[in-house]
Structures are given as C-alpha cells and as structure tokens.
C-alpha cells in the first residue's frame, strides 16, 4: 500500500492519536518543500512512523513530487519540532502569497494549514502578545491574498476543514470575515486587518471554557449554557491589556449580541451594536450552521444556513448586512451574477468608508465617493434627429467618481441607455445634472434596481470632490 493510503486517513481521523505518539501530521499539497528543511520527516506505515528523511538530509523538491506521485497526502515531524515548523512557514508566508509562480489554489492550501495551526495555538493556550502579533501579520498575508487572488475565498472555503472544533471556526471566521469585507468594497488595509484579527480571537474565552462543555452532545441546562456564555466576558477580561484596537475589542465582546436585546453577554440592542459587532455575528453564525457540531451529525447546506439568516433579519440580525452577505455567497460560492459590493453605500459609511480609491478601465487611479442623494433621472432617446427625454422618475444616488455613477431606482431602465441624472443639492437652489450610458442593471427580485452609469464625459476629480463636500 502506497505511503497516504487507507490506512494513513484512518489514523487521521484522531488527530490526538498521531500527537500522543509524539506525531504532528503535515499535509504536504499545503505547506513549501522548504518549510521541512533542517528536520526529520516521517510517513505511516500502519501501524508504525518510519523515517523518511533525516535532520542530515535537504528536503527538497524532489522529495516533495516523490511523495505526490506516490499517494501520499501527510508526512510528519516530530512534535518536539512543532513550533519551528510553524515559524518557517510564518515566515516564508508573504512571500509565498505575493509569488505569482505559484497557483491560487496552492497558495489557499498553504495559507489555511497556517491560519488553522496559528488558531489552534491560540485557542490551546491564552495568547500572549507575542501569538497576538504573529495573529496580525497572519491576517495581513490573508488580506494581500484577498486583495489579488479575486476566486480565493471560493478555494478557501472548500478546502476549510467545518468541523465543531474552536480553532477551526476561528480560521474560517476570519477568512471569510476579511473576504465578505473586501467584496464590500473595504480597501483600507488597518480596517481588514483589525477585521482579521477580530475573527482569529473572538472565541479565544472558549480557553477558559471546559472542553467536555463545549463538546457536550446532549441538551445544557441552564447552568452549563451561562458557563458557555461566560466564554465573552473571559475572553475580553484576558485581552484588554493587550494593546488591541477598539474595533478588535468590538468584534470579541459582541459577536452574540442581536438588535432584538436577546443576545449575549450585555443584552445590548438595535444602535448599541456596533457595525463590527452585527458583521461578526452573521459570519460567526453562518460558520457554525454550516460546520458540524457535536449536536448533529451533518453541516447545514448552504441553502438552509442562508434562509435561516435571512429570517433573522431585521428583528435579531442587521438586514442590509444579511442581503450584502447572502449576496456574497451566491457569488462566491454558486456562481451567481450578484454584486454585493452594489447599493452599499450606508454599510461602507457605518464603517467609516466614505471614498475608496478605484481605477478605471484606462488604468487611472481615481476616487470613489459614496452617498445617498435624492435625484431624478429621466431617459433620453433620438428620433427624426430630435432629442427626446422620457418620464422622470425619482431615484437614489448613492456613489459617484469620475468615469460614473451609482443608482437605486424602483423604475427598470435598459442597459445602453442614455439618462440624465438631476441630483438634488442639500440647501441648494439648483441641481447637479449629469448626463451617462447605463452599463448594468441588477434586479433585486423586490422591486428595486441597482444601477451603474458611465458619463458621457468623464469628471475631474475636484468636480467630483466639489459635489460630495455640497452632499456631506
């Protein structure tokens, strides 16, 4: 039998079973050659773990195809060699994103075996700062993976391991929670990151949580549901001196709030919960739906997870971050034309995003502003060399740069179209007009249409500028 054979996943399938034997299991599609070098490198035998490549000895990239090409899914180390495993691949990680030799898939393969490694460290032991700080520099190798691997979340989450275990929902929390807000639109680099970094230590009270609790299969009563339910207020009262930002504070102490006031640990209630606090409980409940737990046998389709959530909304869960949010999944996950990023323009605000920088289809760099504006907009159309307006209907504008704009209307306008857009100017007597071709239009299926136009003629960017300071 093949080193990686039947026998090497039926050992996996406790992975206590390869550490009590003084084993860590390593899989080899995930991790660089190089991250092996200056150790001893095992492969199962049933029932023993034979010496493949001693200390002496390059592991190298021979080695590494020898191993595909045989079967083999998982070498091991020797668990006395743990923490320099994980240190070769911290750092070697930025690099390894930021090499474009090296396919997405790889680079999510490797990305999630260090995340999932990072997570279990964190939630085995209470971090200190020196584990928090290697947290951050993880979640910005996430962030640049993000960034510019456009179908990386979609490798993510399919090679995410969804079991009930704590340090993998951290992983999947935080890299879905950094994808989920970079599809948004969010581009501020310190933003992503303390998002990042909130999804890897949400859950860090569980530590103080005994484990047979949280592993319970049968009902909890009361008593042991509120000992669950101290894991917030412990997880907080052991990272407050630890020189994290408000936003990170944010997303660990309100992760189980719901506007209804029926959450937990403070009951907070509609604008009590911050911005963070209601992204991190979609993301955290939808990880934990579609995982397995100790209570079911299954994961929860996608589909199911996805109605649930939606039903939450508007009573417990924010509504516009549900629609932003399920969006997402069906564009990353199902392969559906939506946009999440479209219409966003209050959420992008609630976080403190006004203006993006964005570039145009000639390469050019320029600033997107976002709002929300009543206007008119009326069609325009030629016939018998005459120009002609259509009805005009009131819509919403809700952003706007040099090459274009975006629209809310309840009236559907064709693709192609030329329109004149009147925007409505705070205290002003007279409009803004702007002349523009609709490039797509995208039915919400609830009687609302999101719009992006482009301008006939293309604006400066002190124009631009000009009419978002009349706006503010």
């Excluded at 700062?129 to 510019?148: G, R, W």
Aim: with cysteine; hydrophobic share 35%; net charge negative.
């Amino acid at each position: 039998m093949p080193a990686g054979g039947t026998l090497e996943k039926n050992q996996l399938t406790d992975r206590k079973c390869c550490v009590q034997e003084g084993f860590l299991p390593v899989p080899i599609r995930s991790v660089p050659p190089e991250s092996l070098m200056g150790m001893e490198v095992f492969i199962y035998t049933a029932p023993t773990y034979n010496l493949y490549k001693s200390s002496g000895l390059e592991f190298g990239l021979k080695d590494y195809n020898r191993l595909l090409e045989a079967g083999t899914q998982y070498v091991y180390i020797q668990t006395k060699n743990h923490q320099k495993y994980y240190d070769a691949i911290e750092n070697t990680l930025g690099e390894i994103v930021n090499d474009k030799s090296i396919a997405t898939e790889r680079k999510c393969e490797i990305l999630y075996a260090t995340t999932l490694a990072l997570t279990q460290e964190l939630t085995s032991t209470p971090p200190d700062i020196k584990t928090i700080n290697k947290a951050q520099k993880l979640t910005k190798s996430t962030i640049d993976l993000v960034l510019k691997n456009p179908n990386s979340f979609g490798h993510l989450f399919n090679i995410s391991n969804h079991d009930f275990y704590t340090a993998t929902h951290t992983s999947n929390v935080s890299i879905m929670l950094v994808s989920f807000a970079h599809k948004l639109g969010i581009k501020d680099q310190d933003l992503l990151n303390d998002l990042g970094t909130g999804g890897l230590l949400h859950d860090v009270g569980k530590i103080f949580v005994p484990k047979d609790l949280l592993n319970n299969c049968e009902k909890l009563t009361d008593e042991q549901f509120e000992m669950i339910k101290s894991h917030v207020n412990k997880g907080i009262e052991h990272l407050k001196d630890k020189n994290l930002s408000d936003i990170v504070m944010k997303i660990i102490s309100e992760h189980h709030e719901k506007l209804n006031g029926q959450g937990y640990p403070n009951g907070l209630a509609g604008d009590e919960i911050s911005i963070y606090g209601r992204l991190i409980t979609i993301v955290d409940m939808f990880e934990a739906m579609t995982s397995v737990r100790p209570y079911r046998n299954s994961a929860m389709p996608l589909e199911q997870a996805m109605s649930i959530i939606e039903d939450m909304a508007p009573d417990q869960l924010d509504e516009k971050i549900v629609n932003s949010f399920t969006s997402f999944l069906e564009s990353e996950l199902m392969g559906k034309d939506n946009d999440p990023a479209e219409d966003n323009s209050s959420l992008l605000n609630a976080l403190g995003i006004s203006s993006e920088v964005v570039v145009n289809q000639s390469g050019r760099r320029h600033k997107r502003f976002y709002f929300r504006a009543r206007s008119t907009l009326k069609s325009i159309s030629k016939y018998n060399d005459k120009i002609n307006f259509g009805p005009e209907h009131t819509i919403i504008t809700h952003n706007i740069s040099q090459s274009g704009i975006g629209i809310l209307s309840s009236y559907k306008y064709d693709v192609n179209q030329y329109i004149c857009v009147d925007i409505k100017l705070p205290r002003k007597d007279k409009d803004v007009r702007y002349f523009a071709e609709i490039k797509r239009v995208i039915d919400h299926a609830d009687g609302w249409f999101t719009i992006g136009a482009e301008f006939l003629k293309e604006q400066s960017n002190d124009q631009v500028e000009n009419v978002f300071g009349l706006l503010k």
